[in-house]
Every structure is written in C-alpha cells, then in structure tokens.
C-alpha cells in the first residue's frame, strides 16, 4: 500500500462571508448610533440615512431604501416610529417592505420606547414621557448622544420584554405601546455569534 505523501505547501484562505445588513431609518442620529454597535468581524451594520430632515415619513424611508443596492444575500430593514402617522400609510410601507423582500420594525410611540426597554419594563408610557423615563437612566441621553456602552448590557432584557409585550405576536407592527425592533436585533445578535 502507498503512503500519501504529505504536502507542505500552503493552503489558500477561505474567506467567510460577512452578512451585511442594511437598515433605513426615520432618524438621524438615535438609531444609527444604536445599531452601529452590532458592527463585528462576522457581520457588518450599515446603516442608511435620510438625506433631507423633512422626509422622514415612513414611506420615504422605504422609498429610500429601495435606492440602495441591496445584494441577494444583504438583510434589509426600515426601522420605523408610529408617531401619528395614519395605519393607512403604515400598511401601505408594510406591504412594500413585503414585496421587497425587506422587513419592518417599528416602536410605538417612538424609537427611545425600544431604548427604554433596555432598563426597565416600560409600562404606562405614552409619547409625551418616553423621553422623561428614559433620561431616569441615561440623564445625558439626547438625540445625538446615546450612550450604547450603557444601553449594551441590557439587550437580552430589552428583547424578553419587548416579546413579552408582543404576546401574542403581532405580524405588522404593535397597535399599543410595543415594538419589534427586538426581531432584527435578534438576527442581529445571532449573525455576530456565528
């Protein structure tokens, strides 16, 4: 029997493939600093800002993204607040998001809701004093300053909560104060790890 000569030479890198996702906002400077600490050496965040402050309704958000070259294999969000926008105009994005083949997240009240999540249960909260409760954590808190070393430790508290308020699940987006931001923050959180 021949033995099988060993080879010495090298072996060509295998390069894996790094997911990409991409996420449309309706804010500017909040969300973009949230999700940019998801970036790791596994996945890669990039997040997509609106150019102009006055579009920010939620169908220029999706308007925005569908701009963008999104890859096959990329993961596409608009991440959205309830606000007063109209159910209308909210199911008419949904449904564009689902023809795309891109997913939604949405906080009702707003964003800073999903934040708040991240310290605390989030009950009796209403638009006019998500931000009061939430600065009760981060009293340097502001629009262009979010502290995610402090919000980083709560994720996997931010996300029980957020699922527990979801029950049962929604599939559009929470008619009471709620969120599903938890849903890409899982794909997220599980693209990092593998």
């Excluded at 400077?29 to 940019?36: I, K, L, R, V």
């Amino acid at each position: 029997m021949a033995k099988k000569r060993r080879s010495f030479g090298r072996r060509a890198p295998v390069r894996s493939y790094r997911k990409r996702f991409v996420i449309a906002t309706e804010g500017q400077e909040t969300e973009p600093q949230y999700f940019s600490m998801f970036n790791s050496k596994h996945s890669t965040v990039q997040v997509i800002l609106l150019k102009s402050k006055r579009k920010t309704s939620p169908g220029h958000v999706l308007t925005r993204l569908k701009k963008e070259d999104i890859g096959k294999k990329d993961h596409a969000w608009i991440v959205i607040d309830r606000d007063t926008w109209e159910e209308a105009e909210l199911d008419q994005v949904y449904n564009g998001c689902k023809d795309k083949g891109y997913k939604m997240a949405l906080s009702n009240p707003m964003f800073e809701y999903w934040l708040l999540l991240h310290f605390e249960d989030g009950n009796g909260i209403n638009a006019g004093n998500v931000k009061t409760r939430l600065k009760t954590h981060l009293p340097a808190f502001t629009k262009s300053h979010v502290e995610v070393h402090k919000i980083k430790p709560g994720i996997d508290d931010a996300i029980s909560r957020a699922e527990r308020k979801n029950n049962p699940p929604c599939e559009k987006w929470p008619l009471t104060t709620g969120t599903t931001v938890y849903r890409l923050v899982k794909e997220l959180q599980a693209a990092a790890s593998e």
